[in-house]
């Protein structure tokens, strides 16, 4: 007696993400990319680092000088220089020679090594003991080893974290290209939900989607609009679904979307212009009255208005679109961690299900325990550090079980 | 031979992260308190939700008119009326009885349960089916069942995720006693390094460390104050040190602070005033040339050069400093992601070993793969997911061995 139609697994419905389009792209500093997507290839302009380049502080030296020292039979050099940090050494150095350096000096020509000063006794200035050897090319890095020029290092569609910034000031690019931030419009709906600083009389709630829904879209990286509550009336929900899809790039509606008494959401969508119903219902749990809608162009959601079913959602399907939005090749991996669980738990076949679990680290790796609570409290999520993915065709998972969660 | 003294251990460093003080207090918006930290407990300001609430849309009835109740001997109940969302129900229920209510809607007096909307089929107007019993408090929330009027809900020194920020405009809290955000001073140091914009001759390379470590400053929710690039010289070096030690609450300096031919950090930080040296070397690698002083109270850390190891040190060593200053009152809990190992490594006894290794999702959990190249190249940090944290008493790991990997 389901009141859905269009009901899609989760897998249908993450699927449907490729149906969007990227932002517009834009040019920003690279000091203002972090999280932003690449959206071009990035190409090495010169090799990096260029020239061979010492590891270690030490003496640069030609490698076959060194074969046999050891702290009993040190090898003796011949000092033939300093080298000068960031300076082209102006002498080269000969079988029996070393040249003083330090990390991140260039070698001089004939040297193809360098000794850490751990192992090494200066005799004088002139000469110095080698108490090890070292092969040919320890503790150097060689001009192409990092990046050969005219490589693409960094794909278009790439999160730049802060290591892939740091690569791209290390290339010379001062400004990237990248995907601008989307936007992602917030709508509250239902007549018992009142604003954060009003006081509830009995039967209300007060807002807590708006901001626990637009602190996941800005951990995201995207930027959240607040357009505050809307009643219960169809004509002031498609006002603001109207105001926000013009301004914004998605469109986050929770509340109204269940069935029965209430459901505005897909009645209102329905009748916009440009729109399609892509799912009504989505048989996971909690989250089932899931609805997504494709408007202009994009993507709009109506979510459940119980703050731990919408947050659920958020995470698991709304992300990968704004992942999508925000021109990502593939969706930021989402990194499953292993644990044990710590007792049964049942789940109900033909639904997937997601729960809240605490982890906790053992002697013998994480321990995922079931955070006990009805979806409608917020307090289950505030334990809670992950969601145990509980597939469709499984009834139950025992004490023990070998479980992968995904982290909040 | 090593030159360094006051040599500690990664644990050892860790200690001394609460000899700092967390910065000062402010009060923010609760909408602009994301990834800050409480700097006092919060209490519920009522009981949370305060009336006994529907979590499924459906009627509301005393269970005890269900019980017995099945798809082949429904139970019969009377329709009193229907729950307006966010009122208080003008009308009380009686055995026998039933009433209209949507998810999130306040039950009526006499009222103990409500029936899914699945498993009811309306008659007419005044009376419903009911094919499923329910126990009392099913698909309730009761009114003090997320938080109880009075209740500390949230301790200082937590960080707002999400949830957090979300429950805070739950119990009416449109601002938030929070620590402000620390401002880490960054400094790159050496002749040989160069602006983003340059082009490097030999020997020469552009400044990579700046945005790497900001963008991981950031990343841990900090803000990052660039003092740009200091050339190998002591008073210079001194100068911006002092004027970074004025403007914010921590400074990171990288290069400069390795054995031998330019231990210019170590003697210009003992030089300053108010100036204590910490540390002098850590026991791990990479990243044993690490230097940490207190100066005017306040942390500033020598680290390495190479990239690699500056961002190794920053990410298991610095942040657990800046998550202090923030006000946590533990770190971010850095959890370990467990997986297998997928060849044999080494590592030296007597020496942490913190391995860049990438994770492949395999049938039987994850596989970490150590990323090969030294520790002087980026790329290695564009292609790992985590870091393998190797034990000073182990000698090596060997292929299938399970491991715990640190996410980067």
Request: proline share 6%; aromatic share 4%; no cysteine.
């Amino acid at each position: 007696m389901s009141h859905f139609f269009n009901v899609k697994t989760l897998q249908e419905v993450l699927a449907l993400a490729d149906t969007f389009s990227p932002v517009a792209k834009e040019s920003v500093a690279t000091e203002k990319a972090l999280f932003r997507v690449l959206s071009e290839d990035l190409k090495a302009r010169e090799d990096l680092p260029g020239f061979s380049r010492a590891t270690m502080d030490g003496y640069a030296v030609a490698a076959a000088s060194t074969f046999g020292a050891s702290e009993s039979s040190p090898a003796w050099l011949t000092i033939a220089g300093s080298i000068a940090m960031g300076e082209v050494p102006a002498f080269e150095i000969t079988q029996g020679q070393a040249a003083r350096i330090a990390t991140g000096g260039m070698l001089p020509k004939g040297a193809d090594a360098v000794v850490m000063i751990e192992h090494t006794e200066a005799v004088d200035e002139l000469s110095v003991e080698i108490y090890k050897s070292v092969a040919p090319l320890q503790h150097v890095i060689e001009p192409t080893e990092d990046f050969e020029k005219a490589a693409v290092v960094l794909e278009k569609g790439r999160l730049l974290r802060p290591q892939e910034a740091g690569l791209a000031s290390g290339l010379g690019y001062p400004e990237l290209p990248v995907y601008r931030v989307p936007k992602v419009g917030i709508i509250s709906t239902g007549d018992e939900v009142i604003p954060v600083d009003g006081t509830p009389g009995p039967g209300k709630i007060r807002d807590i989607n708006s901001t626990s829904l637009s602190g996941l879209v800005e951990e995201a990286n995207g930027t959240a609009v607040r357009y505050g509550i809307v009643k219960d009336d169809p004509a002031e929900l498609k006002r603001t679904i109207e105001d926000a899809l013009h301004d914004t790039d998605m469109v986050l509606i929770s509340g109204g979307s269940s069935v029965g008494t209430r459901d505005y959401t897909v009645e209102v969508l329905s009748g916009l212009p440009d729109t399609e119903i892509l799912v009504h219902g989505m048989s996971v749990s909690p989250g089932k009255p899931t609805i997504l809608a494709r408007s202009s162009g994009k993507p709009v959601w109506g979510l459940p208005g119980q703050v731990v079913s919408a947050m659920v959602v958020l995470k698991i399907a709304v992300i990968p679109f704004l992942n999508r939005l925000q021109g990502m090749t593939r969706p930021v991996r989402q990194i499953r961690v292993p644990a044990v669980l710590s007792r049964n738990v049942a789940s109900a076949q033909g639904r997937r299900d997601f729960m809240r679990v605490s982890l906790h680290q053992g002697d013998d790796g994480l321990e995922a325990r079931p955070v006990l609570g009805k979806s409608g409290l917020i307090r289950t999520m505030v334990h809670a550090d992950g969601l145990l993915d509980i597939g469709e065709h499984v009834e139950g998972l025992e004490k023990g079980h070998r479980v992968n969660v995904i982290l909040l």
